[in-house]
Structure formats: structure tokens, C-alpha cells
């Protein structure tokens, strides 16, 4: 403990106040809170090299989290669950149209923490530069669950997040995606390791987003889906849609796999750019398990097997090597086809579950499913 803080807490505790912050006062470097209210005013009141450590527990906020405080590449800003504890924060009892948590900040680290229930999307991260994200939940919101959105969106890390059961009611579920990065521009950001699914529009959509995002190790899977009993249901279900609104950006997918979804397992969504995609797999999806008819993706090593569609819909530009469409390259049978192990608690390390669906074995072609 840093003498400035030992002297603080000092203060906290003849003040009768506990570790709750003091209103006025510098925060201490590590908050811990235990109830709504200060997690609020933590939030509220953070600044560079702020250590924010959350109880066990499902705190109810009554107004969105926000901060626009930055932290520092050496001092960034915690924000996490007290040691492994269970902390869920829950949107139920925030005025209809809120977000959970917003942010439009660099430099903070957001771990271990469940964004459940939220009236419109859980987290939105604007224009954020720096920021780690790491084995968080964005579940059963009424928007997309996690988003990164602003020019001036650069090196974001988003590592180990689940975000499914997203559907945007009003919308009739056409706008929900499990992560949203949209209408903005910034390089280095990063998606890995993430399950995305049966949220009611896509798994994960780059739609207008003007720079180059990498994603790997992710899953996608079962987005579009109407499971909310909407007769009017508008739901894409693309597992990753990798452009639109005219941008032309080569976004990376490297090994990861989409299956189950009421589209197509990855698409360019008009994006005419030189989008990579490698040792990727798509499985049962309802449309094309590739669609990119009209760019000039690079196609590098996937596998595509029982897509409604078929396997791949490609145009003239695009380059193809190595997948199995690709005359002289065989397909490898699949392990096992039973996706249940996939919802599987994460390992201790946060990441994806051991599973041996649609794995083969195979060290030249499809995703390793790790
Ligand atoms: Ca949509
Ligand atoms: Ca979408």
C-alpha cells in the first residue's frame, strides 16, 4: 500500500465512511465498493491509477456508469471484481433507452464483471484508446452488448468476452449484435477469444467501421435467430459481418469459427476491401458460409461444410487458396459435431472452453476451435 493511500484510508476510517470514496477529497488508489451508490460515485470520481474492486454481488444502478476520465498507459483506471468473486450489474432498474456503462476514456482495464439486462446496449466504449477488456459478460440486453464505436478508437483489447441473448425489442431484433464495432475509425483493436451468440442480429458487425479490426479465437454462433417469439422478427444473424455503409477496410479473422447462424457464417456486407480470412470454419449456417461476392477478400485455408447457401459465394477479385473449395483440397471430417461443450463454463485462465467440435486435426486447414 502506497503512503498516500494508507493515509487516506486513514482518514476514510475516522471518518466512520469505510473504504466508500470521499466526496471532495482525492480517491483513494484502490476503492473497494460493496453497493450501487459507490460504485456510482467510483465510477464517477476516477482518475488515472484508480483501482476500482467490486464486491460479489448484482448491483441495480439507477443511472448509467460513465466516466470520460483517462488513465494513463503506466496509471490506467481498474475497474474489476474483487478478487474472484461473482459481481453482476444489472440494468433492470434504469429509466427505459440506458446504457449500463459508457465510457469515453483511455486507459482503463475492465475485468471480470457480468453487464446483464440492460434497456439498450450493456457497454459502449466511444472513442476510447487503450483499453483492456478481459473475461467480461454483456447478457440479455436490449441492444447490442458490447460496443466500440468513435473516431479515435484505437488499440482496444477485447479478450475472453461472452456476449449472447442480446434482441433489441423495438427494432424487432434487426439491430442487436453481440459485439458492435461501428461508425468509427482508429487501428490496433482487437477481438479474441469471444463466444458471440443467439443474439437477435449478428455475432459480431463492423458495419462503417473505417479501419482495420482483427479478430481471432472467436466464436459465433445461433445469431438471427428469432427465440423471442417476434412475428415481425428483422434479425440478420451473421456470424461476422465484416463491412458496410460503403466503408472499404481489410479487416483479419484468423481461426475462429461461425455456425448456426440464420446467416451467413462471414461476409464482407459490401465491404469491396482486402479482407483477410484465415483458417476459419463455417458450419450449418442458413446462407452462404462465405459471401463475398462483390470485394477482394483473401481467402486463405477455411473449411465450410453444410451451409444452407453453400460454401463460399466469391467474385472475380477475390483470392482463394487453400480451403476446401479450392480444387485439390479435401475436406477433413469433423471430430465431433455436437456443440454443447461450447457452452461450457471458461477454464480458469478465462479462456474457451476444451471442446473437440468441429475440430479434425488437420494443421493445414479450419479453425482449431482453442
Ligand atoms: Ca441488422
Ligand atoms: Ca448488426
Excluded at 25 to 37: F, G, P, Y
Excluded at 75 to 89: F, Q, R
Excluded at 132 to 148: A, C, P
Amino acid at each position: 500500500m502506497s503512503r498516500r493511500t494508507a493515509l487516506t484510508l486513514t482518514v476514510a476510517l475516522a471518518l466512520g465512511t469505510g473504504l466508500a470514496v470521499l466526496p471532495g477529497q482525492a480517491q483513494a488508489a484502490t476503492v473497494v465498493v460493496s453497493n450501487s451508490t459507490d460504485l456510482t460515485n467510483a465510477i464517477k470520481n476516477a482518475t488515472a491509477g484508480t483501482v476500482i474492486q467490486v464486491r460479489g454481488g448484482t448491483y441495480y444502478p439507477t443511472a448509467t456508469l460513465q466516466s470520460t476520465a483517462n488513465g494513463t498507459s503506466s496509471a490506467p483506471i481498474t475497474l474489476t471484481a474483487y478478487g474472484s468473486e461473482t459481481v453482476k450489474i444489472d440494468g433492470s432498474s434504469l429509466p427505459s433507452g440506458s446504457w449500463i456503462f459508457k465510457l469515453t476514456a483511455d486507459y482503463w482495464n475492465v475485468s471480470g464483471i457480468t453487464f446483464q439486462n440492460s434497456p439498450d446496449s450493456a457497454v459502449v466504449c466511444q472513442s476510447c484508446t487503450g483499453t483492456n477488456w478481459n473475461n467480461v459478460r454483456t447478457i440479455n440486453g436490449g441492444d447490442s452488448g458490447f460496443t466500440l464505436t468513435g473516431d479515435g478508437t484505437v488499440n482496444n483489447i477485447v479478450k475472453n468476452l461472452d456476449s449472447y441473448g442480446n434482441y433489441d425489442a423495438a427494432g424487432h431484433g434487426q439491430n442487436a449484435d453481440g459485439v458492435a464495432i461501428k461508425f468509427g475509425s482508429g487501428s490496433g483493436n482487437l477481438v479474441t477469444g469471444a463466444r458471440l451468440y443467439n443474439n437477435s442480429d449478428d455475432g459480431i458487425d463492423l458495419w462503417s467501421f473505417s479501419s482495420p479490426v482483427t479478430i481471432e479465437h472467436t466464436w459465433s454462433f445461433g445469431n438471427g435467430v428469432n427465440r423471442w417469439g417476434d412475428s415481425a422478427f428483422e434479425g440478420n444473424g451473421n456470424g461476422f459481418k465484416l463491412g458496410g455503409n460503403g466503408v472499404t477496410v481489410a479487416h483479419v479473422v484468423n481461426n475462429s469459427a461461425a455456425w448456426g447462424n440464420a446467416g451467413n457464417g462471414f461476409t464482407e456486407n459490401s465491404n469491396t476491401g482486402a479482407i483477410v480470412i484465415n483458417r476459419t470454419t463455417a458450419y450449418a449456417n442458413s446462407k452462404w458460409g462465405y459471401y463475398f461476392a462483390t470485394g477482394a477478400a483473401k481467402l486463405g485455408k477455411n473449411l465450410a461444410v453444410s451451409n444452407g447457401g453453400g460454401s463460399v459465394s466469391k467474385g472475380s477479385s477475390v483470392t482463394s487458396a487453400g480451403n476446401n473449395w479450392d480444387s485439390g483440397i479435401s475436406t477433413p471430417a469433423f471430430k465431433s459435431t455436437d456443440a454443447s461443450s461450447c457452452y461450457n463454463a471458461r477454464a480458469s485462465d478465462g479462456s474457451l472452453p476444451a471442446t473437440t467440435f468441429l475440430t479434425t486435426g488437420s494443421t493445414t486447414i479450419g479453425a482449431t476451435m482453442n
